[in-house]
């Protein structure tokens, strides 16, 4: 039978008006990822001032293409400055690097020039500088002052250490034979090596000079040397002068050495002298010590071998000596001296071994004769020097040791030298025994007179020879000489002709004489009375006695 | 052109002005000279000086307070110092009647030596010439100073002028040597002239 059942369905069959919301979801889904996906990326950056700084306004610009805008400024819960938060366009996006970096570019005026001179008008941006490192960061430090030298320029980064700041700062020039190739970027002072520390950059191609033997020099200001050597004055240019700057070169006679990378150490020197007097990476140190005045021994001054220089005085160890006691005589206690010796500078290489060898050879020397010295370098500076020569009338001696320095003996020259001298003459002279001298002597006057005596009777003698026949027959000849010098000196007597003709020259040089003062008299009278009349004025004239 | 001729003429006028005339006197003696006849002279004039004031040309006038005048137009045609020489020498011999030497020429045959100074020998204001002089006496063999004599004494002009003035110093410088001739033999004992 067929029979009519009914067909049972649960009745409940999905409205198609739910398509809508569905659609809705789903544009909405899309908007959303859509907006997800276009829309730039929002980062935060950190200044330590919100100067210039505008939410809705200020806007962020790469090579003056506007490529954001601040969306808000907070200032930071410790108050240690404000937080910006940037909105960025989507093309932003891949140049938000590690090495990003943002500042404020606004009106600046400083040493180096003026900049910024358009935001007086337009108002204070942002300006970004694109990095190269990974991707992904979304937080970021502004820097304090535009960046010297921009992200990923070609060149070299190096680092210098000076012992002193000088005059060297941020923004100075690095210049090669006086043509500037790179800038100073930081200077700071680093406290675990106790010296200044200053990032440089080298722009390429020039990057290429530098090497390992490269040595780099302050050429600040105006430098005035006044050495063992004379007096000498240095100079950069004017901008240096000015403004400080460095200069970089090899030492003369040094080889180049190999290239650099990124971040190499370099030490600055204070000036060009001071690397020519340590072009040289390997020498020893010796201790040598004097007993006479240290005054004009400076650190640095030269130490020299017969007059070549060999090394530099480095300093002179008082806080060492102090440190010994300076044991029970107090008064001869040599000062010792550190010096520093280098074997590059007598044309041997500049290497250990050759340290090892001046060694062996100082030692040998010393044996020989060989003798330091104090001397004087510059009589008008009284700036003094060490010199090391052969003094072949000193006994032998060894090499001595102080602390952990290896001394050379030495001996006094020089003014030093004589005043010993002077002291011992005086010294020999006090000791000598005058006393015992005076008496002898007068005991020796005694015995004259006694000679004396004896001489008298001698001359008694003499007369007695004289008186006989020979003596007196030498008496006549003597007569005849006198009776010719007598006929001589007549020609000189009152009625000779030679006497009355220089008698007449003599009265006529007088009257000369009286004339030449009557007109000297005149002309003090009258100083004019040659060109102008005399006065006319009438004499005085002599009255009779009328009473 | 014409200026540089007027200070032509202005010059040449100027020179051609007529300066006053120059008077000299000669100082002589006015005794006979008999004395060159004689033997030669045992005593002579040695060192003779003049005051420097009077060591001039001009005649001396002094015109009180000390203060002297050397004429400039009325000159000793001679050298005081020179011709005081033969007018002493020549009145001294008058006065003696012995030879006395002038000149030093002949002084190692002198005995005896006069030293002179004229300290001054002027007119003054008040109408007189003045001569102050000391003189020594000297032993030319021992050279020994026998005596000092001083002289001072003044005359009065007979006249106004330069004339008159020269006169009176020519009658003081005479009685100037007659003194001298009085002290010159007496210390020996020798017989001097008498000699007021």
Request: charged share 20%; proline share 5%; with cysteine.
């Amino acid at each position: 039978m067929n029979e009519m059942k009914p067909s049972v369905s649960s009745g409940r069959k999905l409205s198609g008006v739910w398509i809508i919301p569905l659609v809705a979801a789903v544009i909405g889904l899309w908007m959303v990822i859509h907006t997800a996906m276009t829309e730039g990326p929002s980062i935060t950056i950190d200044f330590k001032t919100a100067e210039g700084l505008e939410a809705g306004k200020t806007k962020v610009r790469i090579l003056s293409h506007e490529i954001g805008l601040v969306e808000d400024v907070v200032l930071k819960a410790d108050v240690s400055g404000v937080t910006a938060t940037v909105k960025l366009d989507p093309e932003a996006k891949p140049l938000l690097r590690e090495d990003t970096q943002f500042w404020v570019v606004r009106a600046r005026v400083g040493a180096g020039g003026v900049s910024g001179l358009g935001t007086l008008l337009s108002g204070a941006y942002i300006e970004m500088a694109p990095g190269a490192a990974a991707e992904g960061r979304k937080a970021y430090v502004a820097l304090e002052a535009p960046p010297l030298t921009a992200v990923g320029a070609p060149g070299l980064r190096l680092t210098l250490f000076s012992d002193r700041a000088g005059s060297v700062s941020i923004g100075n020039a690095v210049l090669f034979h006086g043509y500037r190739v790179g800038r100073v970027e930081a200077a700071t002072f680093n406290s675990d090596r106790q010296q200044v520390r200053y990032d440089i950059f080298i722009d390429a191609p020039f990057h290429e000079l530098i090497h390992s033997a490269t040595r780099f020099w302050d050429i600040s200001g105006i430098d005035f040397d006044a050495s063992a050597t004379g007096i000498q004055l240095n100079t950069g240019s004017m901008e240096t002068v000015l403004l400080g700057g460095l200069s970089f070169g090899t030492p003369p006679g040094v080889a180049a050495g190999e290239p650099v990378a990124d971040g190499t150490e370099f030490t600055l020197y204070g000036s060009y002298n001071a690397i020519l007097e340590n072009p040289y990476e390997y020498g020893t140190h010796y201790v040598v010590s004097f007993r006479q005045s240290l005054r004009g021994l400076a650190p640095g001054a030269p130490v020299e071998y017969r007059g070549i220089q060999v090394g530099r005085v480095e300093r002179i160890l008082l806080k060492e000596l102090s440190g010994m006691g300076m044991g029970a005589d107090r008064t001869d206690v040599p000062i010792p001296v550190l010096i520093y010796l280098e074997p590059g500078r007598l044309q041997i290489p500049d290497s250990e071994d050759s340290v090892s060898l001046l060694r062996t050879n100082i030692e040998q020397s010393v044996r020989d004769g060989m003798r330091a010295t104090l001397q004087t370098g510059n009589l008008l500076t009284g700036r003094q020097l060490i010199s090391f020569d052969f003094y072949p009338e000193q006994a032998a001696a060894e090499l001595g040791q102080f602390e952990q320095y290896t001394t050379v003996p030495t001996i006094d020259t020089g003014l030093a030298q004589l005043q010993t001298q002077v002291s011992e003459l005086f010294k020999k002279l006090n000791a000598l025994p005058l006393e015992e001298t005076v008496a002898g002597t007068n005991r020796a006057v005694a015995k004259l007179d006694g000679a004396l005596v004896s001489l008298t009777a001698a001359l008694d003698s003499a007369n007695a020879m004289l008186s006989s026949t020979d003596t007196t027959e030498l008496s006549g000849e003597l007569v005849a000489s006198l009776q010719k010098l007598r006929v001589v000196l007549d020609g000189f007597s009152q009625n000779a002709e030679l006497y009355k003709s220089l008698n007449a020259s003599l009265r006529s040089l007088d009257a000369t004489l009286d004339n030449t003062r009557n007109l000297t008299r005149q002309l003090s009278d009258k100083p004019n009375s040659l060109l102008l009349p005399a006065r006319t004025e009438p004499d005085p004239i002599p009255r009779a006695n009328r009473q | 052109m014409k200026p540089l001729l007027a200070i032509l003429a202005v010059f040449i006028v100027g020179c051609a002005s007529k300066a006053p005339e120059l008077t000299q006197y000669l100082l002589r003696t006015d005794t006979p000279d008999r004395i060159a006849e004689q033997a030669p002279a045992s005593t002579g004039i040695g060192i003779l000086t003049v005051a420097s004031y009077i060591d001039t040309p001009g005649l001396v006038l002094e015109s009180g307070n000390g203060e002297v005048h050397a004429a400039r137009h009325h000159q000793w045609a001679d050298p005081l110092r020179e011709s005081l020489r033969s007018f002493l020498a020549s009145e001294i011999s008058a006065a003696t009647g012995r030879a006395i030497g002038a000149y030093s020429y002949r002084e190692s045959d002198w005995k005896r030596r006069l030293d002179i100074h004229i300290d001054q020998l002027h007119g003054s204001v008040d109408g007189s010439a003045k001569l102050v002089a000391n003189w020594a006496v000297i032993d030319a063999t021992n050279q020994t100073v026998l005596a000092e004599h001083s002289f001072s004494e003044t005359e009065p002009l007979s006249a106004d002028g330069y004339d008159a003035l020269v006169r009176a110093e020519k009658n003081l410088l005479s009685r100037l040597a007659n003194a001298i001739a009085a002290t010159l033999f007496r210390e020996s004992g020798h017989e001097a002239s008498s000699q007021s």
